[in-house]
Each structure stands twice: as C-alpha cells, then as structure tokens.
C-alpha cells in the first residue's frame, strides 16, 4: 500500500526557499487528493526589543501576511487544488510549525524550505528547518531544489514572485 498524505503543511516566510516548497506540496498536495495548509508566523519576539511597540505594528504585519496568504491562495487556486487553508499564528515560528499546527489540523506531512530568511537567527539559535526535522510530530520534507529539480542554492536572495505580483 502507498503512503498518501491527506494534510499537508507548509510553512510561508516570504523567502523563495518557502515558495519552493510551496509550489512542490501543491503537485503533491494535487497527486494525494490532499489538503495544503499554509502557515505564516510573526515571530513575537522581533516585538520585544521595541521601545515604542504598539499594536499598530502588529496589525500592519499582519495585514501584510493576509495580502501574501491570499495570493499564494489564489496561486494554489489557480494550479488546479481547491483544499487549500490558511493561519496566520504569532509567537515562536520553531513550535508552532513542528509542534501546535500539525497537531490542530491532523497534519501528516510538513513540507518546508531548506532555508528561510532570517540568516542570523540561524547563526544565533539555529533554523527553524532544523529544529522542525528534529521535532515534528509527523513526517517533513525538506526542499532543496525548483521545480526542475535544480539546486536552488543559486537563487539565494531571491524574492517570492507571489509576492512581487
């Protein structure tokens, strides 16, 4: 018997790793007649370091996370798969994307960027791609190439083109 996954997950951070991903677990999401659950997280802990934090500033992020969700909705959409949620959460995105989404949405499959796009904290504390390897409750899926298979490392810096629409 095939494994078929029937809830995937893939976590969104604007970088073009997160859009690989993205674009690989709709053909997968497609071919295992699954659902995609999209993730965006504000990472809270940018927030405590600011003097004047306000909750105007929460709220254009998220604002600003919506539009993208939105579009990669619509992008989903639009490659022919229907079963395609989002969540916007808040707190620390390593938990959140290995731990607490995956397990309120009976999530079986993370499918996630090998990098995303805060390089110091990746210095500092480690990925949240690493930790969500070591620490999910199901199983993950790292994605290093494009669509053709193609290292992506020669992409490095790039912008999501769903974002740039």
Do not use: W
Not at 9 to 20: H, P, Q, R, T
Not at 42 to 51: E, G, I, K, M
Not at 72 to 77: D, E, F, H, M
């Amino acid at each position: 018997m095939l494994q078929q996954y029937k809830h995937i997950l893939v976590a969104i951070d604007g970088s073009y790793e997160a859009e690989l991903a993205f674009r690989k677990a709709v053909e997968v999401a497609k071919r295992n007649d699954a659902e995609l659950y999209l993730v965006h997280v504000v990472d809270t802990r940018a927030f405590q370091n600011v003097s004047s934090f306000d909750s105007a500033m929460v709220e254009q992020v998220t604002e600003t996370a919506k539009k993208t969700m939105e579009q990669y909705i619509t992008t989903a959409k639009e490659n022919g798969l229907n079963n395609v949620n989002y969540s916007i959460e808040y707190g620390a995105p390593k938990v959140i994307v290995a731990k607490e989404v995956p397990k309120e949405h009976d999530i079986d499959l993370i499918m996630i960027g090998a990098t995303g796009l805060n390089a110091v904290e990746r210095l500092l504390i480690g990925s949240v791609t690493e930790y969500v390897t070591r620490a999910a409750v199901c199983d993950v899926l790292v994605v290093r190439t494009d669509l053709d298979n193609k290292p992506a490392l020669n992409q490095a810096g790039k912008k999501s083109s769903i974002q740039a629409k």
